[in-house]
């Protein structure tokens, strides 16, 4: 399974932005998906997770209540960020491949190249 991250660009502190991830070589609805982000500096971190279904989500803490995760019938997995910092710059991968909506990056082998997202006034 091939995984792509879009829709990262330059956001000014207080934007959005919405990030998409699309795959191809496999049914992408038949795992849970994720997104992780690396801020330069810094380990790769967790941010969300979503369920085979869509039924289950789970968020980081420094995101919750600001970002939301989704799948639709486009997109695998969505990731809409609101409220963005400039905590948020970071290189955002989608995951998936996981059993469940989890936050460790080891339950995920498959991995997208990533897309920046830079937060800068």
């Known amino acids: 399974v091939q995984l792509q991250a879009s829709g990262g660009g330059l956001v000014q502190p207080g934007g959005s932005l919405r990030l998409s991830c699309a795959a191809s070589?496999?049914?992408?609805?038949?795992?849970?998906l994720a997104w992780f982000r690396q801020a330069p500096g810094k380990e790769r971190e967790f941010v969300a997770a979503i369920s085979r279904l869509g039924i289950s989500t789970l968020y980081a803490e420094s995101v919750k209540g600001r970002f939301t995760i989704s799948r639709d019938g486009v997109n695998p997995v969505n990731l809409e960020m609101n409220s963005l910092n400039l905590d948020d710059t970071a290189v955002y991968y989608c995951?998936?491949?996981?059993?469940?909506?989890?936050?460790?990056?080891?339950?995920?082998?498959?991995w997208g190249q990533g897309t920046l997202v830079t937060v800068s006034s």
């Open positions: 070589g496999g049914n992408s609805m038949n795992f849970a």
């Open positions: 995951a998936g491949g996981s059993r469940r909506a989890v936050a460790t990056e080891q339950e995920y082998p498959y």
